[in-house]
C-alpha cells in the first residue's frame, strides 16, 4: 500500500469516527429536574415533603441552576441532601439555588428536600423557573418537570352528643282505685248503715226535747206569777 492510500484511509476513518461521536451526541437525551412524588392527594392544610432531583439521562452533571416556585402551597422548610454544596442555598423566602456536586454526576442524583403545607381545595404544584444544567464547564440542558398535586377539602366531622333535656318531666298521678281511698268504716257504722239509720236524726230529736223543756219552763213560770 502506497503513501496515498494511507493517507485516504486515515481520512476515511477520521470522518466515520467523528460521524459517530456525532451521532452519539445528537441521540443523547437532555438532563432535566424532576419533582417526587410528582403527583399526590392530600387534605387542605396537611404538611407533606416532596424531594428535588435531576435525571442525567446519561450526561455527567456537575452544576444546577434554579428557582423553585410553589402554587397553592406554602414552603415550610428547604433542606440540602447529603453529597451536594450549594454555592447559593435556597430558602423558603428566596428559592433561588446554584448546587454543585463534587466529581459531577453520572447517575440520577436528589438535590433538596421540601416541606410544603397544602393550601386551599383545588391543585396545587410545585415547579421550577431560570432552570440550568452545567456539565463539564458548558451547559447541557434547561428543562424540568414539576408535580401536579389534588389538595381536598377537610372533611367535617359531625358530633352528635346526646341530647338532655332541661326540663323535669312528670308522670301523672296515678288515678287511685276509689276503693284505696275509701275511709273504711267500724262495725258499729256498718250496722246503721245496714238499718238505714241516719245520724242527723239525733241532731233533731235533741232540738225538740230542748225546746218542749225550754216551753214547759216558761209555762210554769208563767202560772207560778198568775197565783
Do not use: R
Not at 102 to 109: D, E, G, L
Amino acid at each position: 500500500m502506497n503513501m496515498k492510500n494511507i493517507k485516504i484511509n486515515i481520512i476515511l476513518g477520521v470522518i466515520f469516527l467523528s460521524a459517530v461521536a456525532f451521532i452519539g451526541i445528537a441521540n443523547a437525551d437532555s438532563p432535566s429536574l424532576y419533582v417526587s412524588p410528582s403527583d399526590l392527594s392530600k387534605n387542605a392544610g396537611s404538611v407533606f415533603n416532596a424531594s428535588v432531583g435531576v435525571n442525567v439521562q446519561s450526561n455527567k452533571v456537575c452544576v444546577i441552576e434554579g428557582t423553585l416556585v410553589f402554587n397553592n402551597l406554602t414552603c415550610q422548610n428547604i433542606t440540602l441532601d447529603s453529597g451536594v454544596i450549594a454555592q447559593v442555598s435556597p430558602t423558603c423566602n428566596n428559592p433561588y439555588y446554584l448546587i454543585g456536586i463534587p466529581s459531577c454526576a453520572v447517575a440520577n442524583k436528589e438535590l433538596l428536600t421540601v416541606s410544603v403545607k397544602a393550601g386551599v381545595a383545588g391543585t396545587a404544584s410545585i415547579s421550577h423557573s431560570g432552570v440550568d444544567i452545567i456539565g463539564e464547564g458548558v451547559s447541557i440542558g434547561s428543562s424540568s418537570v414539576g408535580s401536579n398535586y389534588t389538595i381536598n377539602s377537610v372533611p367535617v366531622v359531625v358530633s352528635n352528643p346526646e341530647v338532655t333535656s332541661t326540663e323535669e318531666i312528670t308522670s301523672p298521678e296515678p288515678v287511685q282505685n276509689l276503693e284505696e281511698k275509701t275511709t273504711p268504716i267500724n262495725s258499729e257504722q256498718a250496722s246503721l248503715v245496714s238499718t238505714g239509720f241516719d245520724f242527723s236524726n239525733y241532731l233533731w230529736i235533741g232540738l225538740t226535747i230542748l225546746s218542749t223543756i225550754i216551753v214547759g219552763i216558761f209555762f210554769i213560770k208563767k202560772t207560778k206569777k198568775q197565783n
